[in-house]
């Protein structure tokens, strides 16, 4: 009993691990025409979000950024993340 009980946990999150993966390919590919590391201007057309919320998402860390200079570098896979993650959008 135990045994198939494991086993059922084991194959959840099996099945659970590969549909995080599939998430972050599909994603991925979404986000093909974009570079590595993209800019506030570009997370607004990503998200087709306007700037005000650009910057409120990216100064609150809810996309994890670095501040270079005068401008905010966002890594791509970090605004793959905040959408796979399903946080809800706040104005």
Do not use: H
């Not at 659970?16 to 570079?35: C, D, G, H, Q, R």
């Not at 005000?52 to 793959?80: D, M, Q, T």
């Amino acid at each position: 009993m135990e045994e198939n009980t494991i086993n059922n946990k084991i194959t959840a999150q099996s099945a659970s691990n590969k549909t995080i993966v599939n998430n972050e390919l599909k994603a991925n590919e979404m986000f093909e025409n974009y570079p590595d590391v993209v800019s506030v201007e570009d997370l607004m057309q990503m998200l087709q979000i306007g700037q005000v919320l650009a910057y409120k998402l990216v100064k609150r860390g809810e996309i994890k950024s670095r501040k270079v200079g005068r401008e905010y570098k966002i890594p791509k896979i970090n605004v793959i993340s905040y959408l796979l993650n399903g946080t809800e959008v706040k104005s």
